[in-house]
């Protein structure tokens, strides 16, 4: 592992620059899961469950709190910053680059978590 040299100021300025990758990650993986959720939703739970329903209203309220869920998902990767200044002892690009993949792909998994918790009930309940 080669040493980066890197201040604390340009290691911030690294991170800062990550930024807009992982809010367009973040943004994109949200529409993606949502279009999954209501596939799901639609194919596999309404046959079964009238009470399920997809509405501008209920897309709405799941837009503002994935808005919101976007906002504690940057505060965490903050916490890369300070986990790449306090951590990287060598300041090496490798420790760095490996953090910063693996909280974005951690974060852009997450909201897949709801189509497929869609789908698990659907097997429990209704198979």
């Not at 993606?32 to 046959?47: K, L, Q």
């Not at 329903?53 to 869920?69: C, R, V």
Request: aromatic letters at 20%.
């Amino acid at each position: 592992m080669s040493s980066s040299n890197l201040t604390k100021s340009q290691i911030r300025e690294w991170w800062s620059d990550k930024r807009y990758l992982y809010n367009l990650g973040l943004i994109l993986c949200g529409i993606i899961a949502f279009i999954f959720y209501v596939i799901v939703g639609v194919n596999f739970i309404m046959p079964y469950d009238e009470e399920f329903e997809i509405t501008l209203f209920t897309i709405a309220f799941q837009g503002i709190g994935y808005l919101i869920m976007i906002v504690i998902a940057n505060l965490f990767y903050s916490l890369g910053v300070t986990e790449d200044l306090n951590n990287n002892k060598e300041n090496t690009d490798n420790f760095r680059k490996n953090l910063f993949n693996l909280g974005f792909w951690f974060s852009v998994s997450l909201p897949f978590l709801s189509p497929l918790w869609l789908l698990i009930s659907y097997f429990l309940e209704f198979y």
